[in-house]
């Protein structure tokens, strides 16, 4: 139970890595506040956590204001404090640059980007207040270097890597923590969706295309699990990483390793 009392707030809890989080924290005490566009992917997260798991859900999206401001309205009628955020949420495009709309930028820098500045925002407040807290933003691999068809997926992410590295900069001092994990190719809703779309580019399935990626492009020679991703989150919020801010994890079988 080492998140006992603890409140975490996590984006994108309805599906893929967000679930799986959000099961993980809940399963080791925490009470949660999780947040989502999917508002029946919310509720069938909500009726597989533990009985005495306290939680609120917030149907919203992350990219107005007004999601974050709801978010902090619950924290402080409830808790008056928030101690773990884990900005998740996120959307891919599979286009490249000529190809991608003013709309599909914009989404994409919206939701992966401003997403994470307006929940941050709030989150800090409470943190600040309490004199600590932990951040952690779900990049990708694909903020540590350009992908095929990820122009813009591919900017938001590198984007919110030094958003994580000047948050941890900015307030170490307060006692708050900041670091920013890159998943590689992980088996979720968005990954399978991306894959379908690359395969149409290059004329095979999605299965075809997600096993060509992982026998050229990953050494462990497989894809992750959502689990393998929470465990990382989980052990990022804990005492146990006490010194660690301002860190960018790739948890991706040694995909980026090589490159
Ligand atoms: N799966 C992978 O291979 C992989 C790799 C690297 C990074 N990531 C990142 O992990 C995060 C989670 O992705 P996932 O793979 O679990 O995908 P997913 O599609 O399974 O889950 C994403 C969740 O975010 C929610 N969401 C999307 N836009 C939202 C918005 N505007 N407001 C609120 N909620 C919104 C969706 O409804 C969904 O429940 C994303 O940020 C993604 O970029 C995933």
């Given amino acids: 139970m080492r998140f006992k009392d603890k409140v975490a707030v996590i984006t994108g809890a309805a599906s893929g890595i967000g679930r799986a989080t959000s099961l993980a924290f809940g399963a080791e005490g925490a009470n949660l506040i999780l947040v989502d566009i999917d508002e029946s992917g919310l509720a069938e997260v909500a009726g597989s956590l533990p009985t005495d798991c306290q939680f609120d ?3 919203g999206d992350v990219s107005k204001e007004e999601t974050s401001l709801a978010v902090a309205r619950v924290a402080n009628k409830i808790y008056k404090r928030v101690n773990i955020l884990f900005n998740n949420a996120g959307v891919e495009t599979v ?16 939701t992966n980007l401003k997403g994470a500045y307006f929940m941050t925002k709030q989150c800090l407040a409470f943190m600040i207040d ?9 990049a990708s691999d694909a903020g540590l270097r350009g992908i095929k068809y990820s122009a813009a997926y591919s900017t938001s992410k590198a984007g ?8 941890a900069v900015d307030y170490a001092s307060k006692g708050i923590r ?6 590689g190719c992980i088996r979720t809703p ?3 969706r991306f894959n379908e779309n690359v395969g149409k580019r290059k004329g095979i399935t999605g299965a075809q295309a997600l096993q060509e990626f992982v026998d050229d492009n990953i050494p462990m020679k497989r894809v992750g699990e959502c689990d393998e991703v929470a465990k ?9 990483a006490g010194y660690i801010t ?14």
């Avoid at 990382?232 to 146990?240: A, H, N, R, Y």
């Fill in 57 to 59: 859900l917030i149907v």
């Fill in 95 to 110: 286009a490249p640059l000529h190809e991608t709309t003013e709309e599909m930028w914009d989404n994409v820098m919206d």
């Fill in 130 to 138: 309490a004199g600590g807290g932990v951040i952690i933003n779900n």
């Fill in 160 to 167: 919110l890597i030094h958003f994580s590295l000047s948050t």
């Fill in 178 to 183: 900041c670091n920013a994990i890159c998943p």
């Fill in 190 to 192: 968005l990954c399978e």
């Fill in 232 to 240: 990382v989150v989980l052990f990022l919020c804990s005492p146990d």
């Fill in 246 to 259: 301002g860190a960018v994890i790739p948890i991706d079988g040694g995909l980026t390793a090589g490159m």
